[in-house]
């Protein structure tokens, strides 16, 4: 028999669904109405129902299309490199003093492309998963992972929407709201209709009503919330980090991951044109490390001509991990970084020394 915990497990996990099954009868549901009562039932020129009926259904199968990849594109794990070996792992769970298992964490971090730090300035370090989590990876107690750059859990898909789903999530939103104004639209005349007793009284009737109500009410939150998203995209920030600045050796930076608007795009959606638009996997990089904007570089390095700190490009050409973090097409997401990025960051707390790769000694 199985324990009695993991029944209870097993219980608050079908318990998570109920959202989705909720918006997946809230739409299908909204397909009825629309189809059968709207255009079938209630419009009588054959030209508007056809076109109605076309429109419709592209966007009906996108969204459908779209919500289904954000809810089973499962999170991706962070490469193994990040999790401790054997030894260490030993190593670190013997030592009682907090700094000594940070100085067990820093020197397996000098190796791997992590600079982030705790707002205390310590590695930072997953309990559960065992790992040093790589930059902009957050443990989710829901989905009891860590999940690359985490933006937040959404129990409407109950999935982490992270590095591996971030674009479908977009696109879900972009799509149902497109969905709802269409619907909106096109059921504004015969709700109209309704009230002036325009419309045959038959149940039709009352699907127009509600479908109209259910529609306008959606399209108001989903606008304010793709509004929101598009900004963070722009930002090249997660919810997370809208919240709360990621933190670096020297302090908090909340645009050290911005180079420019379009670079930002990119990095979400990919540079090739035609996946733009759908949910087919295409953004930049590999959800471990990214490619950061650096205004200030340290003081104590030489400068550089490209504006870049050279001691992160040092560090690329010695460190072996990871022996390609980034795609060519990423890679290009750097090169000029600073000039397009120094346009979206603020006059305030811009600097990113943190960014440059101490020598241990």
């Given at each position: 028999?199985?324990?009695s915990?993991?029944?209870?497990v097993d219980c608050?996990r079908v318990l998570?669904w109920i959202?989705v099954l909720?918006?997946?009868l809230?739409?299908?549901w ?9 255009c079938i ?7 508007e129902?056809?076109?109605y009926l076309l429109?419709y259904h ?5 969204f459908?299309?779209t919500?289904?990849?954000t809810?089973f594109t ?5 490469l ?9 792992k030993e190593?670190f769970e013997?030592?009682?003093?907090r700094?000594?298992q940070?100085e067990v964490?820093r020197?397996?971090a000098k190796d791997?492309?992590i600079?982030t730090?705790?707002?205390s300035g310590a590695i930072?370090?997953c309990d559960?998963?065992?790992l ?6 957050h443990?989710?107690?829901a989905?009891?992972?860590c999940i690359l750059k985490?933006?937040?859990h959404c129990?409407?898909?109950n ?5 591996a789903n ?9 799509y149902?709201?497109l ?7 096109t ?6 209709q309704?009230?002036?007793n325009g419309?045959?009284?038959t149940q039709?009737?009352f699907h127009?009503?509600?479908l ?19 900004w963070?995209?722009c930002?090249?920030r997660s919810?997370?980090e ?7 050796q ?7 991951f911005s180079l420019?608007?379009?670079?930002n795009?990119?990095q979400?959606?990919g540079d090739?044109k035609?996946?733009w638009?759908?949910p087919i996997?295409s953004?930049l ?5 990214f490619?950061t904007?650096?205004?200030n ?5 030489p400068s ?10 040092s560090?690329g050409?010695?460190?072996?991990f990871?022996?390609k973090?980034?795609?060519e ?7 000029n970084?600073?000039?397009?990025g ?9 600097s990113?020394p943190?960014?440059?790769i101490e020598?241990e000694t």
């Open positions: 028999m199985a324990p915990g993991s029944r209870r608050w998570y959202p909720f918006i997946s809230i739409v299908a909204s397909y009825y109405a629309y189809v059968v009562q709207l039932e209630t419009i009588e020129n054959i030209g129902k056809i076109v429109v592209v966007l009906f199968i996108m459908v299309w919500y289904w990849q809810i499962k999170p991706m794990n962070p193994k490199e990040f999790h401790l070996p054997h030894s260490d190593l013997h030592e009682d003093r700094e000594s940070q964490l020197r397996i791997l492309p600079y730090r705790t707002m930072r370090y559960r998963c065992l040093l989590k790589p930059d902009r990876c443990h989710c107690s989905c009891d992972m985490m933006d937040h129990p409407w898909v999935n982490c929407v992270g590095f971030y674009k479908f999530f977009m696109l879900f939103l972009a149902s709201l969905y709802c104004l269409f619907v909106t639209a059921d504004l005349q015969y709700f109209i309704f009230w002036t419309l045959p009284d039709a009737k127009i009503m509600f109209f109500f259910a529609a306008s009410t959606f399209s108001v939150s989903l606008a304010f919330l793709f509004a929101y998203h598009c963070l995209v930002k090249n919810t997370l809208a919240f709360r600045a990621p933190a670096f020297h302090g908090p930076d909340k645009n050290a420019g608007t379009r670079k795009f990119l979400v959606f090739e035609k996946y638009l759908l996997f953004s990089g590999d959800g471990c490390s490619p904007c650096l205004v570089a340290d003081p104590e390095q550089s001509p490209s504006g870049r700190n050279p001691s992160i490009e560090a050409e010695s460190h072996q990871p022996p973090p980034l795609r097409s990423q890679s290009r997401l750097i090169s970084g600073q000039s397009e120094s346009e979206d960051r603020d006059t305030q707390g811009t990113n943190a960014l440059t020598k």
